[in-house]
């Protein structure tokens, strides 16, 4: 096993679940045992076709939901692996803000199950693009969890990585104590496509963590359709309801 892991995070950490720190978890797993894998909720239809919502029911057609029939999209549509609760959520947030980097095979996990068939059938994509983090962020965090996300899904699906052709131009802060308004507002002109860059007629894929609002990813999208792009989906591991 050791072999199959170049990081060697098994030489490093005791084989033990990083989540309920009780039962055995090995590194191909991300740490996460299979009793807390249980608990992953995968989002499953009926959700609105524009931005992924679930939706407790039956719906036999495809709708658009209340939360954002009035919003103006620039992707054709998002698409979540799992809800961003429970375990999802604190291995997302520890993974992106306290450098647990052991669950990344579980988080890359999760995408390819859902995102890697969905998008397969759905060729021919030009690119995956990550959503970037501005190079302050970057600096102090070590790395982009869209780019390490981004990167495994493009090998599984031969999609190429289009990592460099957006960038954030500036700082946004910690959107969470904003109104959906004043995140759109303040995404607003946060992102543009490199110099050069030459995107007409391309079908892209923008890859983040987390879904909460779609600020961050409309936002993204919108820039890489004023540059030319035909079309932009979402994908993300996990959907915030
Ligand atoms: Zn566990
Ligand atoms: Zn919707």
Same mark, same amino acid.
């Given at each position: 096993?050791?072999?199959?892991?170049?990081?060697? #995070?098994?030489?490093?950490?005791?084989?033990?679940?990083?989540?309920?720190?009780?039962?055995?978890?090995?590194?191909?797993?991300?740490?996460?045992?299979?009793?807390?894998?249980?608990?992953?909720?995968?989002?499953?239809?009926?959700?609105?076709?524009?931005? &992924?919502?679930?939706?407790?029911?039956?719906?036999?057609?495809?709708?658009?939901?209340?939360?954002?029939?009035?919003?103006? #999209?620039?992707?054709?549509?998002?698409?979540?692996?799992?809800?961003?609760?429970?375990? %999802?959520?604190?291995?997302?947030?520890?993974?992106?803000?306290?450098?647990?980097?052991?669950?990344?095979?579980?988080?890359?996990?999760?995408?390819?199950?859902?995102?890697?068939?969905?998008?397969?059938?759905?060729?021919?994509?030009?690119?995956?693009?990550?959503?970037?983090?501005?190079?302050?962020?970057?600096?102090?965090?070590?790395?982009?969890?869209?780019?390490?996300?981004?990167?495994?899904?493009?090998?599984?699906?031969?999609?190429?990585?289009?990592?460099?052709?957006?960038?954030?131009?500036?700082?946004?802060?910690?959107?969470?104590?904003?109104?959906?308004?004043?995140?759109?507002?303040?995404?607003?002109?946060?992102?543009?496509?490199?110099?050069?860059?030459?995107?007409?007629?391309?079908?892209?894929?923008?890859?983040?963590? %987390?879904?909460?609002?779609?600020?961050?990813?409309?936002?993204?999208?919108?820039?890489?359709?004023?540059?030319?792009?035909?079309?932009?989906? %979402?994908?993300? %591991?996990?959907? &915030?309801?």
């Amino acid at each position: 096993m050791l072999g199959v892991l170049p990081s060697g #995070l098994n030489l490093l950490y005791p084989p033990v679940c990083q989540l309920c720190h009780a039962r055995r978890a090995e590194a191909p797993a991300g740490f996460v045992c299979g009793q807390c894998w249980r608990q992953v909720r995968f989002i499953r239809p009926p959700f609105c076709h524009r931005c &992924g919502l679930p939706f407790a029911g039956e719906f036999t057609t495809n709708f658009v939901c209340t939360n954002c029939h009035d919003l103006e #999209l620039h992707f054709s549509s998002a698409r979540s692996a799992v809800v961003a609760k429970g375990v %999802v959520r604190e291995a997302i947030h520890r993974f992106k803000y306290s450098g647990a980097v052991w669950f990344e095979n579980f988080l890359v996990g999760l995408l390819l199950r859902e995102a890697a068939p969905a998008l397969l059938a759905s060729e021919p994509w030009d690119g995956l693009v990550p959503v970037p983090l501005h190079p302050v962020k970057l600096r102090e965090r070590e790395f982009n969890q869209a780019a390490r996300l981004a990167a495994p899904l493009a090998r599984a699906t031969k999609i190429p990585l289009q990592e460099n052709i957006l960038r954030r131009e500036h700082s946004t802060g910690t959107q969470t104590a904003l109104t959906r308004t004043e995140r759109a507002a303040n995404m607003k002109h946060a992102f543009a496509v490199r110099p050069g860059t030459r995107l007409a007629g391309q079908r892209l894929v923008l890859v983040d963590d %987390v879904f909460t609002t779609g600020a961050t990813t409309n936002a993204c999208a919108a820039a890489l359709r004023a540059a030319g792009a035909k079309e932009v989906a %979402v994908w993300t %591991v996990a959907r &915030g309801l």
